[in-house]
């Protein structure tokens, strides 16, 4: 990119800039430490200039928005054209308070719901279940069964919502759950829009929501992009995540490699299933980190971008444009709030919600100062949207594409990211892929090092944390807290004893074990688990039937 | 004592949150003490028996869904019921201000919230260790 000749001429008045001047300097002003580092531990040099950059190739390597390696953004006009998608992440207690708080949100100028599940649910366990004791309506909303979700999205239009389920290992089941609600508001599948998580891989690797074996979850999930690209094809089958990869303490580059070979896994066993990569490719999406290291995390966005385009375009031959672009959501980093001085949380969420935002993100949930503490009060969680809506209307970032390109640290940063996936995604390639490389615990391991690095940084104070390890306070004042009603655990059993009593059993019975005949058969079972939850049978019989057949997966135990 | 401190770190309920299980068992490991870690989603009743089995001096619990209030006491109670008197229990993760009080009075001897360094548990255990 740059003249061959200026080249020389920065290389030695850099030379001379480095061994006259600052040199001459460092002897009376002395650098505040020895080794300066980026969030993720990366050494950063004292400054950036075109030497760093000098390979960088601007139509190869970056491109325009919307074009290929589309490391500038997947839409020609980004923020210019309409912000990123405001979705905060939100449920908890029963169906009827998510209810509230939904319409809630969406009054505050919010654009899309995002459902939370409680562990149960999560785990494909009712709420009557003996492992569900003290998890009902905790971390998320109770769902037993179709009648929990028609009161979830009770006066909410589903043809004008798009709505994310953070939902992995029975994801068929909760969004077979929506697709009947729908039907009964009128609304046809081919209008739906959201997305399910849907990504079992970085469950085994970091969130722990899993209930199947790897080869049996792939299968529901191949058979959810399936029918999907026939019945429902607005929604985004999957958002392969490296959100819970980086709060388990991976580095920003750890985090794109597992999150991109998770990735990889799911096309390969796609491809494997018969599916055309163009026809389910488009619909993959991503969601990730959001940490405190600006400059980082922006490279780290464009590096995932440009390495996915190449993966789908080099790796797996897709055609369409779509299969190639990575598209994300983003969720501010929990594992950086503080407990300490909760308000102090708000401008990291600032700092971070900048980096989405300049890093191209499509959709966003920007998480409460009391995250560390308990779920979030509504005051909480209206300041943290607020943060979202001062970012997108005052900040002035979202008025040209892309704004940080061209820094020849961030374009450093983007390349050396970059670099470090491949490596690491080359290396799970020889471990036989991402399955093989987490039943072995590889990656796993490779996480843990970096957070028990990063805490021991922590305490020897080579890493400060507000508050925590610098700055810090009595505090004595009072936090105001939401507290879930440990009464949730009883109404949510009296409700699904009501449901058990009150629906046709033999219809219930009827579709679970023809469910069950399916699932030892290759049939896709999307049409079947369909049919069992407009039965009213509940989440836990549908997983039950399932694990009958499937078995559980066993955690690989890794210190 | 003649023989290292024996940990055994639990993931009770249904929680998947490890990052902070998995730093302290290592912590507590390079401080030189024996570390069990029992992997996510055991019931009370597993960890009460691992605990028993693998005769250690404490049991180390992590929790970041809410669901303590109701899972630690059960630990304690079913430890009492084992006949097992002299062990530490611990607890740590997400816990609001306001429960740490009850908990405490379950028998619960310490609670660990978020920004602990690891140093603060190792110390604990080590001045608070009831088999001597």
């Keep these: 990119m740059y003249d061959k000749k200026k080249l020389e001429d920065v290389k030695a008045a850099f030379k001379n800039w480095e061994e006259n001047k600052v040199n001459k300097s460092l002897g009376k002003f002395p650098e505040r430490k020895e080794r300066f580092s980026t969030g993720s531990d990366t ?69 899309g719901l995002s459902v939370a599940f409680d562990l149960p649910t999560q785990i494909g366990y009712d709420s009557d279940h003996a492992l569900s004791e003290g998890e009902v309506g905790k971390v998320g909303v109770a769902i037993d069964s179709l009648k929990d979700m028609e009161v979830l999205f009770d006066g909410i239009p589903l ?30 599948s081919d209008k739906l829009r959201g997305t399910i998580q849907n990504d079992i891989l970085k469950e085994y690797i970091a969130r722990g929501t899993y209930i199947f074996p790897p080869e049996q979850s792939m299968r529901l999930i191949t058979n959810i992009f399936e029918y999907c690209s026939k019945e429902v094809p607005q929604w985004n089958t999957i958002s392969i995540s490296g959100y819970h990869i980086r709060e388990a303490g991976s580095t920003a580059a750890q985090e794109v490699a597992f999150t991109l070979a998770d990735g990889i896994a799911y096309v390969e066993a796609a491809i494997k299933a018969g599916l055309d990569v163009d026809e389910f490719a488009p619909r993959l999406s991503f969601f990730f980190n959001a940490h405190n290291d600006l400059l980082e995390e922006v490279a780290k966005y464009r590096a995932a971008r440009r390495l996915w385009a190449k993966i789908m375009k080099e790796r797996f031959h897709a055609k369409k444009d779509k299969s190639m672009q990575l598209k994300f959501h983003t969720q501010t980093a929990g594992s950086t709030l503080t407990a300490q001085q909760p308000d102090n949380n708000i401008i990291r969420v600032t700092v971070q919600t900048l980096a989405a935002v300049l890093g191209g993100t499509q959709s966003l949930h920007t998480n409460s100062r009391d995250e560390a503490l308990a779920l979030p009060t509504e005051d909480s969680v209206r300041i943290a949207l607020r943060t979202q809506q001062v970012v997108a209307y005052e900040s002035g970032v979202t008025e040209t594409i892309d704004p940080l390109a061209g820094s020849y640290y961030v374009e450093s940063l983007t390349n050396s990211i970059e670099e470090e996936a491949m490596a690491y995604i080359e290396k799970i390639d020889n471990l036989g892929g991402a399955t093989k490389a987490i039943e072995n615990g590889y990656i796993q391991k490779e996480i843990q090092n970096s957070a028990y690095k990063y805490q021991m940084q922590v305490e020897s104070l080579d890493s400060i944390v507000v508050g925590v390890n610098k700055f810090k306070i009595e505090e004595t004042e009072k936090k105001e807290l939401l507290k879930v009603d440990p009464h949730v655990e009883i109404l949510q059993r009296k409700k699904l004893q009501k449901l058990r009593d009150d629906r046709d059993n033999d219809k219930v019975n009827e579709t679970l074990s023809v469910l069950k005949e399916k699932a030892e058969t290759e049939e896709n079972l999307m049409p079947y688990i369909l049919d069992a939850v407009k039965s009213y049978a509940t989440l836990g019989e549908v997983c039950g039937v399932l694990r009958e057949v499937f078995g559980e997966y066993e955690q690989t135990v890794i210190l | 004592m003649n023989r290292p401190i024996r940990v055994l770190v639990a993931k009770p309920g249904l929680d998947g949150h490890d990052r902070g299980a998995k730093v302290i068992a290592r912590a507590l490991r390079d401080a030189g003490m024996e570390v069990i870690y029992t992997g996510l989603r055991q019931t009370p009743e597993q960890i009460v028996a691992a605990a028993v089995q693998e005769d250690v001096d404490v049991v180390a619990m992590s929790l970041l869904s809410g669901a303590h209030n109701h899972l630690f006491p059960k630990v304690v109670n079913l430890l009492k019921g084992e006949g097992v008197d002299d062990v530490l229990v611990l607890g740590g993760g997400v816990i609001p201000d306001d429960d740490i009080p009850f908990l405490l009075e379950s028998g619960v001897e310490a609670i660990f919230t978020p920004g602990t360094p690891t140093k603060d548990v190792i110390d604990f255990i080590n001045t608070n260790i009831k088999r001597k």
């Design chain 1, 159 to 188: 043809d004008k919502v798009s709505t994310s389920m953070t939902i992995n290992a029975p994801a068929s089941v909760l969004l077979a759950m929506y697709i009947a609600v729908a039907e009964k508001q009128g609304v046809s």
């Design chain 1, 43 to 111: 050494e950063v040099d004292r400054l950036y200039t075109p030497i760093n950059v000098e390979d960088l190739d601007y139509e190869r390597d970056l491109g325009y928005p919307g074009e290929y390696p589309f490391t500038r953004g997947v839409q020609q006009t980004m923020y210019r054209g309409r912000f990123w998608t405001m979705r905060q992440y939100a449920g908890f207690a029963t169906a009827e308070e998510s209810n509230n708080r939904y319409k809630y949100l969406l009054d505050q100028g919010q654009t």
